[in-house]
């Protein structure tokens, strides 16, 4: 491990810290509740979600899970106080929830969280967006993401992570062939850039540990797909 990375760590930890995951079940929040509980960088892990996850080993045994109902966020405000760092890997498709799902999911259900958050006492907000993010784009993937970040950024967290990520390299719980191809399609050109239009999801867990760990330069930071490789140290 970098020396420097080895005492931010053990600066960060000495703070006693708590946070909180949302989207935990997801590709990357799955990842990412492994590397936290893994790293014991945080006094207190906690999930929110809609259901309760099945863990089975004794590594997550401290692991708090909240079980929330999405549609009726307001009404779990108590399950969002007393965390330091918030992780927000919350997110859908279209082709899973429709147009209209998906923008509730990416925007509504995120801001939600994000206010209660910062009203709980959330001091770090870290969004999970998406390469290419803009509110003005003619795709509503990245126009929903872009507006989103805008509208976190707006709540005016002391700090707030954006994260980037292009394509997803995974092995995703649920089959999409249409990802599927694109990511057999792209091999050559990720073979030869390999921080340009994909990353390891494990990679982008990687990120947003080391990055929380690290000294804010400013109140908001926006990481492409490539400074994500950087943080998490796997630039090639």
């Known amino acids: 491990m970098d020396p420097e990375l080895g005492a931010q760590r053990e600066a960060f930890k000495a703070q006693n810290k708590s946070c909180f995951i949302l989207g935990a079940s997801g590709e990357t929040g799955r990842v990412l509740l492994h590397e936290i509980v893994k790293s014991g960088l945080f006094s207190k892990v906690t999930t929110i979600g809609r259901r309760e996850l099945p863990f089975e080993e ?25 965390h330091d760092v918030g992780f927000c890997c919350l997110g859908t498709t279209k082709a899973k929830a429709g147009a ?112 929380a760990i690290r000294p804010a330069k400013q109140p908001v930071e926006v990481l492409e797909n490539a400074d994500i490789f950087e943080v998490a140290g796997k630039v090639c």
């Open 58 to 82: 004794p590594l997550y045994k401290d692991v708090v899970q909240k079980i929330v109902d999405f549609e009726k966020l307001p009404n779990y405000a108590d399950d969002f106080k007393g």
């Open 100 to 211: 209209d799902g998906f923008v509730r999911v990416d925007h509504d259900y995120v801001l939600q969280a994000a206010e209660l958050a910062k009203a709980g006492g959330c001091t770090h907000f870290n969004l999970q967006s998406s390469k290419g993010a803009n509110k003005k784009s003619p795709f509503l993937y990245t126009q929903v993401k872009g507006q989103i970040e805008e509208d976190v950024e707006l709540l005016g967290f002391p700090r707030c992570s954006i994260f980037r990520p292009a394509i997803l390299i995974c092995n995703r719980q649920e089959s999409r062939m249409f990802e599927w191809l694109t990511l057999k399609a792209l091999t050559p050109v990720s073979a030869l850039v390999p921080t340009f239009i994909t990353i390891p999801v494990a990679t982008v867990a990687r990120g947003f540990l080391n990055n």
